[in-house]
């Protein structure tokens, strides 16, 4: 590879000028099902916060909250101003609302989706196959997701690696995001993933 050459780097690695974040159904009466449930919300707080501190547009969706109750407060408390969209349909790509603003970010320069939330192997998936399939380059947070069943999350992140996703960790997209140390975003933000 030539040192002046991008391409391949371009599409791998996250880019916080190019990047967004959307937040997947953490609801209260859908987390105690969930396996480490506790784990994936810290892990979305994580990524919700470097992606507020370093400008990113954070989405948030929420499956049915008349009968799925509202987002976690944990999450709900570190929001910021990014809205929270209700939705009947499993795919965000599916859902008009939704689909109208990642694809107008995308539209704006910002084409790399990092999804967290649950539930990995239903909504997680049929949104990342959705976005991806409408030329969005899409990340999965492997730690920042889940379902009822270990197994169920390790099958959808295998097809989703099959399928062309970028399958991450928490650390990694903030690593990537803060792409340098000795800054004072990485002073604050090296803190959260320790």
């Not at 190019?18 to 784990?39: F, I, P, T």
């Not at 997680?124 to 379902?147: E, I, K, M, P, Y």
Request: glycine share 10%; hydrophobic share 45%; net charge negative.
């Amino acid at each position: 590879m030539l040192w002046g050459h991008r391409s391949g780097l371009d599409n791998m690695l996250l880019d916080r000028s190019r990047s967004q974040l959307l937040v997947v159904d953490v609801q209260d009466r859908l987390l105690g099902a969930m396996h480490e449930g506790d784990r994936m919300v810290e892990n979305c707080a994580v990524l919700m916060q470097a992606a507020h501190r370093l400008g990113i547009p954070v989405t948030i969706s929420e499956q049915y909250p008349k009968g799925l109750g509202p987002t976690v407060a944990r999450l709900d408390n570190v929001k910021g101003d990014a809205p929270v969209l209700e939705k009947m349909h499993f795919s965000c790509a599916a859902h008009t609302g939704l689909g109208t603003r990642i694809r107008g970010f995308a539209s704006e320069g910002r084409s790399q989706l990092v999804i967290c939330g649950i539930e990995a192997h239903v909504c997680v998936l049929q949104s990342a196959l959705g976005f991806a399939d409408g030329g969005l380059n899409v990340f999965v947070a492997a730690d920042a997701t889940t379902s009822r069943k270990a197994e169920s999350a390790a099958l959808a992140q295998d097809r989703l690696a099959a399928a062309g996703m970028n399958i991450v960790t928490t650390e990694m997209a903030v690593f990537e995001w803060l792409h340098m140390a000795g800054t004072p975003e990485f002073k604050e933000l090296s803190k959260l993933v320790k």
